[in-house]
């Protein structure tokens, strides 16, 4: 079965620093995504990045960038110059391709602080 | 961008009474969308897929005959709690998938909080 492992479950940075977070998943399959998201205290989730299993090129998005290691299925996320807007939880996501729809399975969060 | 409305934002029921929440696609067609529950400080808990046009499908240990869903459109899902109890009381979000966005993600409704008293 497909699952998310998210190993820290609060990580806390300095403003202006960088910090990254760990996810491991476990699959069988050779072609899938992943996707981290974001959820602030208002709870709306957000996507911050996604990678497609098949490119080996490691998705970036402003400060945001992953470390996709394939054979290691571990998907990491760091973020540069963190800012106070981004203390949120953070979920790893990977979508698992079904029969009746292409359903997510959530890592179980990483609470990430900023202090200033 | 596309984006999901879900409505209402809070609720809160007697013991008893049915609560109805709905999720919208406001510009694109939703083929699937997905129902969690989540506790605080807690993952998202899938509940069930829904696909226009057809039955739910339930993930195991989920009630069908408690949670109602109801995907009548591709823009309209409704996730309806019979017969709620305190211990029904959580976060509840939608998600959908644009038809031929498989690769864009999910996009989120914003959640509804019920409390059952």
């Known amino acids: 079965a497909q699952t998310v492992t998210q190993s820290q479950p609060e990580m806390s940075v300095q403003e202006a620093e960088t910090v990254t977070l760990s996810c491991t998943y476990d699959t069988s399959e050779s072609d899938y995504y992943l996707f981290w998201y974001k959820q602030p205290p208002s709870r709306q989730m957000i996507l911050v990045i996604r990678q497609e299993a098949y490119k080996q090129q490691n998705a970036t998005e402003n400060r945001f960038s992953v470390n996709f290691q394939k054979a290691a299925k571990s998907f990491s996320l760091k973020i540069s110059d963190s800012q106070l807007g981004d203390a949120a939880m953070y979920f790893c996501?990977?979508?698992?391709?079904?029969?009746?729809?292409?359903?997510?399975?959530f890592g179980a969060g990483t609470i990430l602080r900023v202090k200033s | 961008g596309a984006v999901v409305s879900q409505h209402p934002s809070r609720v809160i029921c007697k013991s008893g009474t049915s609560v109805k929440i709905e999720c919208r696609s406001l510009?694109?067609?939703?083929?699937?969308m997905f129902w969690y529950r989540q506790f605080p400080k807690q993952s998202l808990m899938l509940m069930a897929t829904?696909?226009?046009?057809?039955?739910?499908?339930?993930e195991q240990g989920v009630e069908k005959d408690k949670f109602l869903i109801n995907h009548a459109s591709l823009t309209l899902s409704t996730l309806t709690v019979t017969s709620a109890h305190p211990e029904d009381s959580s976060f509840y979000i939608c998600?959908?998938?644009?038809?031929?966005?498989?690769?864009?993600?999910?996009?989120f409704g914003s959640g509804t909080r019920l409390t059952v008293v």
């Open positions: 510009d694109f067609q939703a083929t699937t």
């Open positions: 996501a990977y979508r698992l391709d079904m029969e009746y729809g292409n359903k997510l399975v």
């Open positions: 829904s696909n226009e046009g057809s039955k739910a499908t339930y």
């Open positions: 998600s959908a998938r644009a038809i031929g966005r498989q690769a864009q993600g999910y996009t």
